[in-house]
């Protein structure tokens, strides 16, 4: 054993040199107590003997590699003769929970045990040297301080999994260094606080950085920085390591070690006064009561590990606040009523600081065994409110501990329902015994759980402490997940959302329907899009495209795509010409992209359809005289980014109600499947009669998407071309002469009248008149041409050969010009400027009136 003197030159030692020489300590808030670490074996031999074991079982390194355990370690067993007293010492006097150590060295016990035994130490002999591996200690007991010594030890037994050939950590202590702690003012259960098994530990890892990033995910409180050192400190040294924290502790807790002696002294001489007495012995002061209590560890292991299957099933944040509340009912508890802050109830980021006063909190989920609807009208699911500092539940959240309390009494139920207006809670919780647990991910408290148990059942204590919060924390990392996931998946939809095209439902001389399906399996954004831009003429550019791949790089280079096409569309290009430079443009971008495109222009006065594809699945045209659909044969063309490759464009006559249907491949293609399955399917579903353009869509989305073993995003755009008729539309053609303005206002006036919108002819003159009148002084040669269209609104388009775009301009009172423009924009419902082949396009909208 080791002296006074020896303690205190261990609590001095810093954790590196601890760690070097190979004694692992556990640090406690008066210092550290000297442990044993010993790794057996799947063969039941010793891997690991650390300093600590050979000072407290006198077995050097060099002899205790590669023994039977169960030689070394103080397995149960009867007391010898002390003629037969072996050299490593005997093990009488087991006085374990449970299960002996023999139980866990023989690989008989899947979870952690305890336990303490007696052991007697022989004479070390003073020539002993230590083991090479070993470094020279000064604190090395003498054979004095050893010499036939009786030491209670306390033993800890955790299984190992992994890969590895180590199947068992076994711990040790001397429980006169433990009562040494508890003379300074240290408890018992304060010295060991966390241990990090569950992996076979030795140095041939595959990574050291996974798993420094998988160890949190079993200890939730500790942070990658936590983890990455001690990953570090393994790999390095090549034995396990025993950390510490003031938040967690295992399931088996040395507390339930050192304070049983007084207490089974004290079990053992009630019994003896009771039967002294001629009293009955009640059955927890005999052996079964140490039989029962060892049943309760068990039981609550076997409720945790049941508990652990029961959640996380989900990575939706209400399922798993439901799979939480449900876990602790009615095994655990009578009441669990779970709060969550308002940021991660919202699917917002991180919580940030400690909660306060003001901290609102969300009651997401209550459960419990009363009479239905008993706790719904007093503490409703979806009430958010703060609690005072002088509740328990405050103290939980603040701290990040568990609050227990054994029984609300009538001061505690009034201050608690002092927070709830109008309503009454007291005979709801008075009486009943209550634990607070905190609900925590990353060392942040995401939300606390309230456990309450009926006053006729036993009332919570500290086991049911520790297994609350091990319970809590368990939740808690499946909540984070949860909400990490639920966060993500809005900032993916915010994001998608943002990047495609809110299309009106009628163009001019077509209505159009869209939909969009993320990806069901590779996550919610994509590089599917789809589009559609009002060109001059009352033609209207229809587009869908798709990025390869996936993620946020597909959506970025799509959103990049997107808006050239834009752009490129206002400048009226042919759609080979267009798909020729957004090509261009993708090279530019970077060669690790590729799109596919399907670009159209529709000419609803000409009635006919202007078609490129840039390695696209052919759009599906459905006739409206005779219901019939078909695939529109196209060349097929390359996908953009491939570079040096020509694009064909086609023109398809269509007639008024044929719509035309334009889709990603995501949705006819399936796994396993031929894409002309999907795309017969697709022909197929187009020409199905429907009431609406929605309930057209949603057609052909169901018949595709019901085919499972879809993974891709979907973007869909259909469009009926209903076109404009002839006598919809008035043509003239105007010399350069300043002559022609009177005359298109009086034509413009005339015609209007003529379509019975004399109401919008006063507008209509004066804004053809500074249109032409702009026309008349900037073109070069060329006639300059008008054009009304009626439709949906009323369109004047004005063209003529100058290529220069005009722009509003800020006129001063005195300036004689630069004011047309400005009341263009003021009268008119919308106006606009496009470029042309042989020059410029000025147009402007005006609402029609109501019939």
């Not at 010295?191 to 200890?219: C, S, Y």
């Not at 206002?570 to 090509?583: E, G, I, M, N, S």
Request: charged share 25%; hydrophobic share 40%; with cysteine.
């Amino acid at each position: 054993m080791e002296s006074g003197a020896d303690r205190g030159t261990e609590r001095d030692t810093p954790p590196s040199r601890a760690a070097g020489n190979g004694a692992v300590s556990g640090q406690t808030a008066a210092g550290r107590v000297p442990l044993a670490v010993v790794v057996v074996d799947r063969g039941g031999l010793v891997s690991h003997w650390s300093t600590g074991a050979r000072r407290l079982f006198g077995v050097a390194k060099d002899e205790a590699i590669g023994r039977a355990a169960v030689d070394l370690l103080p397995v149960s067993g009867a007391l010898p003769d002390e003629d037969d007293i072996p050299p490593y010492g005997t093990y009488p006097d087991y006085d374990g929970l449970g299960p002996d150590l023999e139980s866990s060295l023989g690989g008989r016990l899947s979870y952690p045990a305890a336990g303490r035994a007696r052991l007697t130490v022989p004479e070390r002999r003073e020539t002993e040297a230590p083991s090479s591996s070993e470094a020279p200690s000064s604190e090395a007991p003498s054979s004095e301080e050893r010499g036939s010594d009786r030491v209670d030890v306390l033993w800890w037994a955790y299984p190992l999994v992994g890969p590895g050939h180590e199947r068992l950590l076994v711990l040790a202590a001397d429980t006169a260094g433990l009562r040494q702690d508890e003379a300074d003012g240290v408890e018992g259960d304060v010295a060991f606080e966390r241990i990090a098994p569950g992996f076979a530990l030795h140095t041939d890892f595959p990574g050291a950085a996974e798993l420094a990033r998988r160890l949190p995910e079993i200890l939730p409180s500790m942070s990658v920085d936590e983890s990455a050192r001690i990953v570090a400190q393994v790999l390095e040294l090549g034995y396990p390591v025993l950390e510490f924290s003031q938040n967690d502790r295992v399931p088996v807790t040395p507390d339930w070690g050192v304070p049983r002696r007084a207490e089974r002294r004290a079990r053992r001489e009630r019994a003896a006064r009771a039967a002294a007495e001629g009293l009955p012995v009640p059955r927890e002061l005999t052996d079964e009561g140490e039989d029962l209590e060892y049943a309760a560890v068990r039981e609550h292991l076997e409720f945790l590990n049941e508990v652990s299957g029961r959640i996380g099933t989900s990575l939706d944040l209400a399922t798993t606040i439901i799979e939480v509340s449900r876990a602790v009912v009615p095994r655990f508890t009578d009441v669990a009523g779970t709060y969550l802050r308002e940021q991660v109830v919202a699917g917002e980021g991180f919580p940030d600081g400690v909660p306060d006063t003001t901290t609102m909190w969300h009651r997401v989920a209550v459960e419990h065994t009363d009479e239905p609807g008993r706790w719904d009208d007093v503490v409703p699911v979806g009430e958010a409110m703060p609690f005072p500092a002088h509740t328990p539940f405050f103290q939980c959240m603040t701290t990040g501990e568990p609050v227990l309390v054994p029984r609300i009494s009538e001061e505690l139920g009034h201050a608690i329902a002092s927070q709830f207006e109008k309503r009454d809670i007291r005979p709801l919780i008075t009486h009943r015994s209550m634990l607070v647990v905190p609900l925590k991910a990353r060392n942040v408290v995401l939300g606390f759980m309230i456990l309450l148990r009926h006053p006729e059942r036993p009332v919570f204590n500290d086991m049911d402490r520790v297994t609350g919060a091990e319970l809590a924390a368990r939740a808690g990392l499946v909540l984070d997940n949860a909400r990490m996931y639920t966060y993500q998946e809005s900032v993916a939809e915010t994001l998608q959302d943002s990047m495609l095209p809110h299309i009106p439902p009628r163009m001019a001389g077509c209505d159009i329907a869209t939909r969009y399906l993320p990806g069901t399996l590779l996550g919610r954004v994509g590089g599917d899009w789809f589009d559609s831009v009002k060109l001059p003429g009352a033609r209207t550019a229809l587009v869908v495209g798709d990025v390869m791949g996936h993620g946020l790089n597909s959506a970025a280079m799509m959103g990049q795509l997107r808006t050239a096409v834009q752009t490129m569309a206002a400048l009226d290009l042919p759609p080979a010409q267009l798909l020729r430079k957004l090509d261009d443009l993708a090279q530019r971008l970077g060669d690790s992209y590729l799109a596919t495109c399907l670009y159209a222009v529709y000419d609803p006065i000409a009635g006919e359809l202007h078609i490129a594809n840039a390695g696209h699945i052919p759009p599906v045209l459905v006739r409206a005289g005779n219901g019939r659909s078909e695939l529109l044969d196209l060349p097929t063309g390359a996908p953009i980014g491939v570079g040096g490759v020509a694009f064909e464009a086609v023109r398809v006559r269509v007639e008024p109600g044929d719509r035309i249907v334009m889709c990603t491949d995501g949705l006819v293609e399936v796994r396993g499947e031929d894409i002309g399955v999907g795309l017969a399917t697709l022909s197929e579903s187009a020409a199905h009669p429907a009431a609406s353009m929605d309930d057209a869509c949603d057609a052909i989305i169901r018949a595709l998407n019901t085919r499972g073993g879809r993974k891709d995003d979907v973007a869909l755009l259909m469009a009926r071309l209903n076109g404009i008729d002839a006598d919809d539309v008035a043509e003239w053609r105007l010399s350069l002469d300043p002559a022609e303005v009177p005359r298109a206002r009086a034509v413009v006036s005339e015609q209007l009248h003529d379509w019975g919108l004399a109401k919008l002819a006063d507008h209509a003159e004066l804004l053809v008149s500074e249109l032409v009148t702009n026309a008349v002084r900037h073109s070069h040669s060329r006639p300059v041409e008008l054009r009304l269209i009626r439709g949906d609104t009323l369109l004047c388009e004005v063209d003529d050969d100058d290529h220069e775009l005009p722009t509003l301009l800020s006129a001063r009172p005195t300036d004689e010009s630069g004011r047309g423009l400005r009341v263009v924009s003021t009268l008119a419902r919308e106006w606009g400027t496009s470029r042309t082949k042989a020059g410029k396009t000025v147009w402007f909208e005006l609402t029609l009136p109501r019939r």
